[in-house]
């Protein structure tokens, strides 16, 4: 799922009916994309399944994905485990940056170095994509 930017709640709260129907979906396409393990609902027992916001936004996704761009449900498939990916490697990039910035203005404290520190900083842009 996506950084910290107004990231949907993982907490089930919703019935696959209401899922369902807050996507403009049926509840059997939900069950489909279960088992072909597009979306994992939080299980209540053996028979009830309950829907996080996160999950609401990852079937909006998916539908976005199949009814407007015409990609098949296997092709779905790989692009959200890549979409995954890049969101891993930003949060992995900006860790990275941040350390290293960090260092840079110790460096420049501890040597007293007459140097704009904005100068040297790195700045990291994020990608995101706009499949939401």
Do not use: W
Request: glycine share 4%.
């Amino acid at each position: 799922m996506r950084h910290n930017k107004n990231r949907p709640s993982e907490e089930p709260v919703y019935l696959i009916s209401v899922a369902a129907r807050m996507c403009g979906l049926h509840p059997q396409t939900l069950r489909l994309y279960e088992r072909l393990g597009l979306i994992q609902p939080h299980r209540v027992g053996n028979s009830k399944r309950l829907y996080s916001e996160a999950d609401i936004a990852r079937l909006r996704r998916i539908q976005r994905l199949t009814q407007q761009l015409g990609v098949n449900l296997a092709g779905v498939e790989i692009i959200l485990r890549l979409l995954e990916r890049i969101d891993q490697m930003n949060s992995e990039m900006a860790e990275v940056v941040a350390q290293t910035n960090m260092r840079i203005l110790q460096l420049i404290h501890e040597h007293n170095l007459p140097i704009d520190p904005q100068m040297l900083l790195i700045r990291f842009e994020r990608y995101d994509d706009d499949l939401d």
